[in-house]
């Protein structure tokens, strides 16, 4: 006890004796004023999101911590520079945050990083301490360039962040030529904090008619669905339809049904647009004969408004004349003479007679099959029926094979009496562009067999191919079906094609339709001749598959061919960002066309029309484009008028696209931690907790920072070492008091 008493006293006066030698401690410090600190508060809408089962949204949590007597901005003005700034679709410097009104639109966090980066580029940055719940509605650079110029200190709120949601997520369009249901939306659904519960997904109209609807059950808290919504829209052309997701305690058939259990409504729909039209799609049908096929192909294009069918039928081959001195026999063929108005039109002997049917009066086939690419590329698709090859010319058969290769068309023939290996089309450049190698018949000793068609594996996941919703009503509805007599054999299909339908003749498979990418278009072979045949087995209640399967067909060969006049629309990367237009023009023979003057008109949600003039692009030719500002939530249909270098106006087109800039804030609720972790690891910085910044400021002198001054503090003036040697003596003469010693 007395040594340790003794140790307590030596200890005092060691320290006493030590404030004697004043000893001087060296200390490096922010210099006050030096260095900039920035405080960066979201000012968006998504602030005022409240989370589930608080009464306190994240703005109210905000502006009980930026009051200006706050003790930690207080504390933050003595070392550093303090600046101010609340950020939405732009950055805005403030005297005070608690002035923030969480109206921003968007949250452009990316932008405003950028904004800071390059205002501070040349001044000194202690770091930035950021208030956001995360959510950006723009992208953000993680470039270690750009995020080390100083470190970002994200704050988040305390206590809990759950909620009750259901948003639309990732959506996407796709039109086929299944006539039951031509559109196809994919849609991801997300729901938050409803497990258990049932969600109702509906598609709607213009009309507020529901298209289609699916039910689910949500198997979690965080839980996504992928839903496929197959529908035929209402009209033609360019439309909007509306997807909405709602609890199915909430949901009804009015599109303007709001829900009041989740954290926000505004998430819950979504603007699709629809281009259900693209026509007048012209097809050129040439037969070598009359026959039930073109009869029962025109009856059926006769029910899309879409699709025109031209047709071009022979009715008697070229013959030589025989006058034998009979002076009063004219150069007229003496099926045509007498029926018309103008004889050096009409057909000579020396020429086959052609009928035109469906064709305007003055159109490019009042001479024959065209003979020029501007008449010919005016048509979308050709069909060639029982013709041979020597009806057309080498020229002719070239621009056919150019037809598709070049300008983008479509082809298919046939299986009549004289077409393929019948028609001569070996080593013909028609024979080139055939999916189908025409040459030896493999199987010519069963060209009088019946033979029975179906689909393959491959035809049966072609949309324009299936005439049922289900595989069994697919199934049962080939066991109808009637066997054919008229049908060409092939040898083989060429490399590349795609075996789409078969034909059972005796036990053996046989290509029955075949089809194959060509340049840039697309080619087909039909090997049955007697197609009308499927038509005669049905009754007068049952349904015209024949008429549809025309219909799809027509549509598929039609569906991608490019048009003079084609029109584009760029989404933009951020909502804030405008809609790129973009047009391409062709001539007559399908090559860029320089020169035009375009102008767009468009109808906003409002009923407001804006025209626009186009620009050319100088780096493409034949293309031009504008940028258009879609500043309101809805349809925008648009009519585009081209006219070209000679002053004709170019073929029309209308077209539209659909926007909700007011729905990029809600499009995700859940705070991003995730994002402001990574933000604050590339930066050097770290996340706080808001109850915790009163301290993490007091500590930050302590860090790194631009400038800084070095002090020297005796440490005589430290109140700690003269309180350890007044310690040490009270404590040693307490001992000796309390164990009795002198």
């Given at each position: 006890?007395?040594l340790?008493a003794?140790?307590l006293?030596?200890?005092?006066?060691?320290?006493?004796?030590?404030?004697?030698l004043?000893?001087?401690?060296?200390?490096?410090?922010?210099?006050?004023?030096?260095?900039?600190?920035?405080?960066m508060m979201?000012?968006?809408r998504?602030m005022?999101?409240?989370?589930?089962?608080s009464?306190?949204?994240?703005?109210q949590?905000?502006?009980?911590?930026?009051?200006p007597?706050?003790?930690?901005?207080?504390?933050?003005?003595q070392d550093f520079a303090v600046?101010?700034?609340?950020?939405?679709?732009r950055?805005?410097a403030?005297?005070?945050?608690?002035?923030?009104d969480?109206?921003?639109q968007?949250?452009?966090?990316?932008?405003a990083?950028?904004?800071?980066?390059?205002?501070f580029a040349?001044?000194?940055?202690?770091?930035?301490?950021?208030?956001?719940?995360?959510?950006?509605?723009d992208e953000i650079?993680?470039?270690d360039?750009?995020?080390?110029?100083f470190p970002i200190?994200?704050?988040?709120?305390?206590?809990?962040?759950t909620?009750?949601d259901?948003s639309?997520?990732?959506?996407?369009?796709?039109?086929?030529?299944?006539?039951?249901?031509?559109?196809?939306?994919?849609?991801?659904?997300?729901c938050?904090?409803?497990s258990?519960?049932?969600?109702?997904?509906r598609?709607?109209?213009?009309?507020?008619?529901?298209?289609?609807k699916?039910?689910?059950?949500?198997?979690s808290?965080?839980?996504?669905?992928?839903?496929r919504?197959?529908?035929?829209p209402?009209?033609?052309g360019?439309?909007?339809?509306?997807l909405?997701?709602?609890?199915?305690?909430?949901?009804?058939?009015?599109?303007?049904?709001?829900?009041?259990t989740?954290i926000?409504e505004?998430n819950n729909?979504?603007?699709?647009?629809?281009?259900?039209?693209?026509?007048?799609?012209?097809?050129l049908?040439?037969?070598?004969?009359p026959?039930?096929?073109?009869?029962?192909?025109?009856r059926?294009?006769?029910?899309d408004?879409?699709?025109?069918?031209?047709?071009?039928i022979?009715?008697?081959?070229?013959e030589?004349?025989?006058?034998?001195?009979?002076r009063?026999?004219?150069?007229?063929?003496?099926?045509?003479?007498?029926?018309?108005d103008?004889?050096?039109?009409?057909?000579a002997?020396?020429?086959?007679?052609?009928?035109?049917?469906g064709v305007?009066?003055g159109s490019?086939?009042?001479?024959?099959f065209?003979?020029?690419?501007e008449?010919?590329?005016?048509?979308?698709?050709?069909i060639?029926?029982d013709?041979?090859?020597?009806f057309?010319?080498?020229?002719?058969?070239?621009?056919?094979?150019?037809?598709?290769a070049?300008r983008g068309?479509?082809?298919?023939?046939?299986?009549?009496?004289e077409?393929f290996l019948g028609?001569?089309?070996?080593?013909?450049?028609?024979?080139?562009l055939?999916p189908v190698?025409?040459?030896?018949l493999?199987f010519?000793?069963?060209k009088?067999?019946l033979a029975?068609y179906s689909?393959?594996?491959?035809?049966?996941?072609?949309?324009?191919l299936?005439?049922?919703?289900?595989?069994?009503?697919?199934v049962?509805?080939?066991?109808?079906m009637?066997?054919?007599?008229?049908?060409?054999?092939?040898?083989?299909?060429?490399?590349?094609?795609s075996?789409?339908?078969?034909?059972?003749?005796e036990?053996?498979?046989?290509?029955?339709?075949?089809?194959?990418?060509?340049?840039k278009?697309?080619?087909?072979?039909?090997?049955?001749g007697d197609?009308?045949?499927?038509?005669?087995?049905?009754?007068?209640?049952?349904?015209?598959?024949?008429?549809?399967t025309w219909?799809?067909?027509?549509?598929?060969?039609t569906?991608?061919?490019?048009?003079?006049v084609?029109?584009?629309?760029?989404?933009?990367?951020s909502?804030?960002?405008?809609?790129?237009?973009t047009?391409e023009?062709?001539?007559?023979?399908?090559?860029p066309?320089?020169?035009?003057?375009?102008?767009?008109t468009?109808?906003e949600?409002?009923?407001?029309?804006?025209?626009?003039s186009?620009?050319?692009?100088?780096?493409?030719?034949g293309?031009?484009?504008?940028?258009?500002w879609?500043r309101?939530d809805?349809?925008?249909?648009?009519?585009?008028?081209?006219?070209?270098?000679?002053?004709?106006?170019l073929?029309?087109l209308?077209?539209g696209?659909?926007?909700?800039?007011?729905?990029?804030?809600?499009?995700?609720v859940?705070?991003?931690?995730?994002l402001?972790?990574?933000?604050?690891?590339?930066?050097?910085?770290?996340?706080?907790?808001m109850d915790?910044?009163?301290s993490?400021?007091?500590?930050l002198?302590s860090?790194?920072v631009?400038?800084?001054?070095?002090?020297t503090?005796?440490?005589?003036?430290?109140?700690?070492?003269?309180?350890?040697?007044?310690?040490?003596?009270?404590?040693?003469?307490?001992?000796?008091?309390?164990?009795?010693?002198?």
């Amino acid at each position: 006890m007395r040594l340790f008493a003794a140790l307590l006293k030596s200890l005092a006066f060691a320290a006493l004796a030590l404030c004697l030698l004043e000893p001087v401690q060296k200390l490096e410090r922010p210099l006050p004023g030096a260095n900039t600190l920035a405080i960066m508060m979201d000012n968006s809408r998504s602030m005022e999101l409240r989370p589930s089962g608080s009464s306190v949204s994240r703005a109210q949590q905000l502006r009980e911590s930026v009051q200006p007597n706050a003790s930690w901005l207080m504390r933050a003005g003595q070392d550093f520079a303090v600046k101010k700034y609340l950020f939405d679709q732009r950055v805005q410097a403030v005297e005070e945050l608690d002035k923030a009104d969480f109206k921003g639109q968007y949250s452009m966090l990316g932008s405003a990083f950028q904004t800071l980066q390059s205002r501070f580029a040349k001044r000194p940055m202690a770091g930035l301490i950021l208030f956001s719940d995360g959510l950006t509605t723009d992208e953000i650079s993680f470039d270690d360039d750009q995020l080390s110029k100083f470190p970002i200190y994200p704050v988040v709120a305390s206590g809990s962040n759950t909620f009750q949601d259901i948003s639309i997520g990732e959506t996407s369009v796709s039109l086929s030529s299944f006539e039951l249901s031509p559109v196809s939306v994919d849609a991801i659904i997300e729901c938050h904090g409803i497990s258990g519960r049932t969600v109702i997904a509906r598609v709607f109209d213009d009309a507020g008619k529901t298209l289609e609807k699916q039910t689910f059950r949500v198997e979690s808290d965080d839980f996504q669905k992928k839903l496929r919504f197959q529908f035929k829209p209402s009209g033609t052309g360019w439309q909007t339809v509306t997807l909405r997701a709602m609890l199915s305690s909430e949901d009804s058939d009015d599109p303007a049904a709001i829900s009041s259990t989740e954290i926000t409504e505004l998430n819950n729909v979504r603007l699709i647009g629809v281009d259900r039209g693209g026509g007048p799609y012209r097809i050129l049908y040439v037969a070598g004969r009359p026959n039930w096929e073109f009869k029962f192909l025109r009856r059926a294009l006769e029910e899309d408004l879409e699709v025109k069918l031209h047709g071009l039928i022979r009715v008697a081959k070229k013959e030589p004349r025989f006058s034998f001195g009979d002076r009063t026999l004219g150069n007229v063929n003496p099926l045509v003479e007498g029926f018309t108005d103008n004889p050096d039109t009409a057909e000579a002997h020396d020429e086959p007679v052609l009928i035109k049917v469906g064709v305007e009066e003055g159109s490019q086939l009042q001479a024959g099959f065209p003979s020029g690419a501007e008449d010919l590329f005016d048509y979308h698709a050709i069909i060639l029926d029982d013709v041979e090859s020597s009806f057309f010319s080498s020229e002719q058969m070239l621009l056919m094979r150019q037809f598709v290769a070049e300008r983008g068309g479509g082809f298919m023939m046939l299986g009549g009496q004289e077409s393929f290996l019948g028609g001569n089309y070996e080593g013909t450049p028609i024979g080139d562009l055939l999916p189908v190698y025409v040459r030896g018949l493999e199987f010519a000793e069963l060209k009088s067999s019946l033979a029975q068609y179906s689909l393959s594996r491959e035809g049966q996941l072609q949309p324009w191919l299936r005439l049922r919703a289900t595989k069994k009503d697919e199934v049962d509805r080939f066991s109808q079906m009637p066997p054919f007599l008229t049908w060409n054999s092939i040898a083989e299909v060429k490399p590349g094609s795609s075996t789409l339908a078969t034909l059972q003749v005796e036990g053996r498979e046989l290509p029955g339709l075949v089809s194959q990418r060509f340049g840039k278009g697309q080619s087909a072979a039909l090997m049955i001749g007697d197609f009308w045949r499927w038509s005669m087995r049905r009754s007068a209640t049952d349904k015209d598959d024949l008429a549809q399967t025309w219909r799809q067909m027509a549509r598929w060969l039609t569906s991608d061919v490019p048009r003079r006049v084609e029109f584009e629309v760029t989404p933009p990367k951020s909502p804030s960002d405008p809609h790129r237009l973009t047009v391409e023009l062709r001539d007559e023979e399908f090559k860029p066309m320089d020169n035009a003057t375009i102008q767009v008109t468009v109808t906003e949600p409002s009923g407001k029309e804006i025209t626009v003039s186009l620009q050319p692009d100088p780096q493409v030719s034949g293309r031009y484009w504008t940028d258009y500002w879609s500043r309101f939530d809805g349809g925008y249909a648009c009519k585009i008028r081209p006219v070209g270098p000679d002053g004709v106006d170019l073929e029309p087109l209308d077209s539209g696209w659909t926007a909700q800039p007011s729905v990029a804030e809600f499009q995700r609720v859940m705070p991003d931690l995730k994002l402001l972790e990574r933000l604050a690891e590339r930066s050097g910085g770290e996340v706080i907790e808001m109850d915790d910044l009163e301290s993490f400021v007091s500590g930050l002198p302590s860090r790194k920072v631009p400038i800084t001054e070095t002090r020297t503090e005796p440490w005589w003036h430290r109140p700690w070492l003269v309180l350890f040697a007044i310690s040490c003596l009270c404590v040693e003469w307490g001992m000796r008091r309390w164990k009795g010693l002198p």
